[in-house]
């Protein structure tokens, strides 16, 4: 019940315990529930939030937006 509440909600487990389903349905909750409200989805990796934006495309039809950064310092001059 935590995930609709205010505040944050971490989803954390090892691999195959359900995080991605159980940020799915929160997800799908805090839709219908407050459609005008933003919320911010935060991931380990690139392939993770690709993983979850899939999912909650195919439940709740929603449009989205990537944004990823790719900040290299290894070419930076180290003057």
Do not use: W
């Not at 929160?26 to 991931?43: A, E």
């Not at 690139?46 to 909650?56: H, M, R, Y």
């Not at 039809?61 to 180290?78: F, R």
């Amino acid at each position: 019940m935590s995930g609709i509440q205010p505040g944050l909600t971490m989803v954390v487990g090892p691999p195959g315990t359900g995080k991605t389903d159980t940020a799915v349905q929160i997800m799908n909750v805090l839709y219908h529930n407050c459609p005008s409200q933003r919320t911010l989805i935060i991931t380990h990796s690139n392939q993770a939030l690709n993983d979850l934006f899939e999912k909650i495309m195919q439940v709740l039809g929603l449009k989205y937006i990537h944004v990823d950064i790719d900040i290299k310092t290894s070419n930076l001059d180290s003057r």
